[in-house]
């Protein structure tokens, strides 16, 4: 099973984060999007070692960023226009459209959108998201 990770996610810092997890999640690689590291970075630039923390799971391999934006625009485009209302961002639009092309994958995130998002136009997608959001 593939993990994807959506924003503040992804900091191993979190101690409270990490404790909801559960704890293959951070043993497994972790397949996401520049979109998404982009979106953490930002999240995190006011967090202590935030940013820091993010590049450092890619600089130990940590996380994989196979996909190309460039290759699914037409794709995203759609979901971005179909969840407007919510507003859907771009990182949040790649996770779907990643979530859609690998069968498998979990999306472990802190945004309860995910609870509304649909890929392949119905299927839920299947997430790890805390009890309380």
Known sequence: ????L????????????LRIMPGPLFFKL???C???????????????NGIDNVLKLIERNLLAMPF????????????LGKYANIPMSLADGCLVRMAEQNADSVICT????????????????PTIIPADI
Do not use: T, W
């Not at 959506?6 to 984060?17: C, L, N, T, Y």
């Not at 190309?68 to 979901?79: A, G, H, Q, V």
């Open 34 to 48: 520049e979109a998404v590291i982009s979106e953490s970075c930002f999240l995190l630039k006011h967090y202590e």
């Open 68 to 79: 190309r934006l460039e290759d699914e625009l037409s794709s995203i485009k759609i979901l």
């Open 1 to 4: 099973m593939e993990f994807a």
């Open 110 to 125: 802190l945004d309860s959108d995910f609870k509304i998002y649909r890929k392949d136009r119905r299927k839920v997608i």
């Open 30 to 32: 972790n397949i996401l």
């Open 6 to 17: 959506d924003g503040i996610a992804i900091v191993p810092s979190s101690q409270h984060f």
